[in-house]
């Protein structure tokens, strides 16, 4: 504020004191806004501050009456007990019930067969045995459309799979399941008496096991008596068919020079006979409990 | 122990990491158990090898001692291949496959000894009853060349076959033809599958991915809760298409499983379709023919990109 220097000079202060006017007119109107805009936002603030109020009463009031519906119902159940006590043994009867199913369910898989319905259709599970040893599960997930197809599985990559859902699966399903089960339930008690031989006779082999994927051809050379003197005989079983578990071609051979003695010619047909009607790892089971005279009364 | 093979041991050891090299000795199982013990494997790569080599020369490494390491080399670092994949045929009313690893071994390098006079073959077991074939070609004069081996991987009783074929092609034939001879089959045919990654070829062309199958068995219950809506979020927060949500999460894991998927780069499609249009009067809309068309998605790992759109909305 200079009052001196607006009163000296007359026209320059006319345009002075206006402009000084002006600035003044200025400097009130700013220092009004920055007065106007906390003074909005607090009335901004305070209508939301009435809002969030409001709602919060209406909250409290819905929770009331929520309260006040459920004491009425607890009311009116504890007034109606022999209701309720009926209610819980119904519904202890279904749980029941329901357990039981459940465990029916579960205990189909010793049938070999079982499955479970899927979103899009049903998913098999085939349980396979061997001489009453439960072996691997596998599994085939099917999807029920027209045409009907395998989304999934886990059977093993030589189980001819594509080709007996190639023969039955669109014509009879039940054909195709029962004629996997047999391939698998084949190869489980295969490759089972191969691991017994390979595991709990390995005194009897005179060299490795030689087998294949399938288990369905088998060469080995064992001895009649562990590490005795008895000749080793080399033996070779072949399984044309994939749905058996005991061979279609047994030849047993001796590998020496000299002819074989009768009586060990009379062993080697023996024993090609016994692979061929016993399971292996019962023939060797008879070779251990004998120890020099062949079991008869394993034979079946 | 002729310089070639000491050469081609030497250069083999060079491939391998220093993480790997332990792994791959003891698979060899060339090297006894005290020899190994002689050497420092803190040394650098250089001296380590040389270390190495000069016990090999001391046990007189063979050729086919050398082969089997390299196909060792190649079992553990499969993904440095590319890998085709072949499946072959039999006749109609064949008889069952009885497979015979000796006889099969032996078929196979007798026709190619006969054919070529030259050539390497080496044969190594490994999981799931594969057989892992390697074969250096040479021809009637000169030496098998051990440095561009070609490797095929054989699931007997299957009729799929993976190879890794070598800038040789002129062999192909040859090789395709020992193939079939030997594991009886009629025919064998390219199928429109290629990659790296062997193992994911393998869970395709067997359809061995998502192991996980639903029974009443199953002790662990299925996971109720979903991966992505995850229970870190805000609970005030509600989502809107929490059904829709929920029925793409469930067809989303139906396809794919919950295991991780094969590794695809890129699939291809041909498709032949006929174009529909809402709007009347659209360049395409009245066509008869149907179109075709060539589709191509491709990308790092295209089936868990494709799984992971299912949360992302789309």
Same mark, same amino acid.
């Given at each position: 504020m200079e009052p001196a220097n607006t009163l000296r000079q007359d026209g320059e202060s006319k345009g002075g004191i206006l402009a000084h006017l002006e600035k003044l007119e200025t400097q009130m109107n700013r220092s009004h806004k920055r007065f106007e805009e906390p003074q909005r936002a607090q009335a901004e603030a305070s209508t939301l501050r009435t809002r969030i109020h409001k709602l919060r009463l209406l909250r409290d009031k819905l929770r009331a009456e929520v309260k006040q519906r459920q004491a009425r119902i607890e009311a009116s159940a504890a007034s109606?007990?022999?209701?309720?006590?009926?209610?819980?043994?119904?519904?202890?009867?279904?749980?029941?019930?329901?357990?039981? &199913?459940?465990?029916?369910?579960?205990?189909?898989?010793?049938?070999?067969?079982?499955?479970?319905?899927?979103?899009?259709?049903v998913c098999v599970c085939i349980h396979t045995a061997f001489e009453g040893n439960l072996l691997d599960s596998y599994f085939v997930d099917l999807v029920i459309q027209k045409p009907l197809w395998i989304h999934r599985h886990s059977v093993p990559v030589f189980i001819p799979l594509e080709e007996i859902a190639a023969k039955y699966l669109q014509i009879d399903v039940q054909h195709f399941l029962?004629?996997?089960?047999?391939?698998?339930?084949?190869?489980? *008690?295969?490759?089972?008496?191969?691991?017994?031989?390979?595991?709990?006779?390995?005194?009897?082999?005179?060299?490795?096991?030689?087998?294949?994927? &399938?288990?369905?051809?088998?060469s080995?050379?064992?001895?009649?008596?562990?590490?005795?003197?008895?000749?080793?005989?080399?033996?070779?079983?072949?399984?044309?068919?994939l749905t058996v578990t005991l061979p279609t071609d047994v030849t047993v051979t001796y590998q020496g020079m000299d002819a074989l003695p009768t009586s060990w010619e009379e062993q080697r047909v023996s024993h090609e006979n016994l692979f061929r009607t016993t399971s292996l790892h019962k023939v060797f089971t008879s070779f251990a409990g004998e120890g020099g005279k062949l079991d008869m009364s394993l034979l079946p | 122990m002729?310089?070639?093979?000491?050469?081609?041991?030497?250069?083999?050891?060079?491939?391998?990491?220093?993480?790997?090299?332990?792994?791959?000795?003891?698979?060899?199982?060339f090297l006894?158990?005290?020899?190994?013990?002689?050497?420092?494997?803190?040394?650098?790569?250089?001296? &380590?090898?040389?270390?190495?080599v000069l016990l090999c020369e001391e046990k007189c490494a063979s050729l086919n001692d050398a082969a089997l390491l390299d196909i060792i080399y190649i079992q553990v670092h499969r993904h440095q291949k590319l890998w085709d994949v072949f499946k072959m045929n039999k006749g109609p009313g064949e008889d069952v496959d009885l497979f015979d690893i000796e006889q099969f071994k032996s078929s196979f390098t007798k026709i190619l000894q006969r054919a070529l006079k030259n050539v390497t073959v080496s044969f190594r077991d490994a999981e799931e009853n594969a057989v892992w074939i390697r074969i250096a070609w040479g021809t009637h004069h000169t030496k098998p060349n051990q440095y561009k081996a070609t490797y095929v991987v054989y699931y007997p009783q299957t009729p799929y076959v993976f190879m890794s074929l070598s800038r040789l092609k002129r062999n192909i034939p040859l090789l395709d033809q020992a193939l079939m001879i030997a594991s009886k089959h009629h025919q064998i045919v390219k199928i429109d599958l290629r990659s790296r990654y062997l193992d994911s070829l393998k869970a395709i062309v067997f359809k061995q991915y998502n192991q996980f199958f639903e029974t009443h068995n199953s002790t662990a219950p299925l996971q109720e809760t979903s991966l992505w809506l995850d229970?870190?979020?805000?609970?005030?927060?509600?989502?809107?298409?929490?059904?829709?949500?929920?029925?793409?999460?469930?067809?989303?894991?139906?396809?794919? *499983?919950?295991?991780?998927?094969?590794?695809?780069?890129?699939?291809?499609?041909?498709?032949?379709?006929?174009?529909?249009?809402?709007?009347?009067?659209?360049?395409?809309?009245?066509?008869?023919?149907?179109?075709?068309?060539?589709?191509?998605?491709?990308?790092?790992?295209?089936?868990?990109?494709?799984?992971?759109?299912?949360?992302?909305?789309?």
């Amino acid at each position: 504020m200079e009052p001196a220097n607006t009163l000296r000079q007359d026209g320059e202060s006319k345009g002075g004191i206006l402009a000084h006017l002006e600035k003044l007119e200025t400097q009130m109107n700013r220092s009004h806004k920055r007065f106007e805009e906390p003074q909005r936002a607090q009335a901004e603030a305070s209508t939301l501050r009435t809002r969030i109020h409001k709602l919060r009463l209406l909250r409290d009031k819905l929770r009331a009456e929520v309260k006040q519906r459920q004491a009425r119902i607890e009311a009116s159940a504890a007034s109606a007990e022999p209701d309720q006590t009926l209610e819980t043994s119904e519904q202890e009867v279904l749980e029941t019930k329901r357990e039981n &199913l459940k465990a029916i369910l579960q205990a189909y898989r010793f049938t070999g067969l079982s499955g479970k319905l899927t979103s899009r259709g049903v998913c098999v599970c085939i349980h396979t045995a061997f001489e009453g040893n439960l072996l691997d599960s596998y599994f085939v997930d099917l999807v029920i459309q027209k045409p009907l197809w395998i989304h999934r599985h886990s059977v093993p990559v030589f189980i001819p799979l594509e080709e007996i859902a190639a023969k039955y699966l669109q014509i009879d399903v039940q054909h195709f399941l029962f004629s996997l089960c047999e391939h698998l339930n084949a190869y489980a *008690g295969r490759k089972y008496q191969a691991d017994r031989l390979e595991s709990d006779f390995a005194a009897f082999l005179a060299g490795p096991l030689q087998r294949n994927s &399938l288990c369905n051809l088998l060469s080995f050379t064992y001895k009649r008596e562990p590490g005795g003197q008895s000749f080793p005989f080399c033996a070779r079983l072949l399984y044309k068919d994939l749905t058996v578990t005991l061979p279609t071609d047994v030849t047993v051979t001796y590998q020496g020079m000299d002819a074989l003695p009768t009586s060990w010619e009379e062993q080697r047909v023996s024993h090609e006979n016994l692979f061929r009607t016993t399971s292996l790892h019962k023939v060797f089971t008879s070779f251990a409990g004998e120890g020099g005279k062949l079991d008869m009364s394993l034979l079946p | 122990m002729d310089e070639t093979v000491a050469e081609f041991i030497k250069r083999i050891f060079l491939k391998i990491p220093m993480t790997n090299i332990m792994t791959i000795l003891k698979a060899w199982d060339f090297l006894s158990e005290s020899q190994l013990q002689t050497v420092n494997f803190r040394q650098r790569k250089e001296p &380590l090898v040389q270390e190495l080599v000069l016990l090999c020369e001391e046990k007189c490494a063979s050729l086919n001692d050398a082969a089997l390491l390299d196909i060792i080399y190649i079992q553990v670092h499969r993904h440095q291949k590319l890998w085709d994949v072949f499946k072959m045929n039999k006749g109609p009313g064949e008889d069952v496959d009885l497979f015979d690893i000796e006889q099969f071994k032996s078929s196979f390098t007798k026709i190619l000894q006969r054919a070529l006079k030259n050539v390497t073959v080496s044969f190594r077991d490994a999981e799931e009853n594969a057989v892992w074939i390697r074969i250096a070609w040479g021809t009637h004069h000169t030496k098998p060349n051990q440095y561009k081996a070609t490797y095929v991987v054989y699931y007997p009783q299957t009729p799929y076959v993976f190879m890794s074929l070598s800038r040789l092609k002129r062999n192909i034939p040859l090789l395709d033809q020992a193939l079939m001879i030997a594991s009886k089959h009629h025919q064998i045919v390219k199928i429109d599958l290629r990659s790296r990654y062997l193992d994911s070829l393998k869970a395709i062309v067997f359809k061995q991915y998502n192991q996980f199958f639903e029974t009443h068995n199953s002790t662990a219950p299925l996971q109720e809760t979903s991966l992505w809506l995850d229970t870190n979020m805000d609970l005030r927060v509600i989502h809107e298409n929490k059904i829709e949500k929920e029925r793409v999460q469930r067809v989303t894991r139906e396809t794919f *499983g919950d295991c991780p998927q094969p590794r695809l780069e890129f699939a291809q499609y041909k498709l032949e379709t006929k174009f529909k249009s809402n709007l009347n009067g659209g360049i395409l809309a009245d066509r008869e023919e149907p179109l075709r068309c060539m589709i191509k998605f491709s990308s790092p790992h295209l089936l868990e990109a494709l799984k992971s759109l299912a949360p992302a909305g789309k």
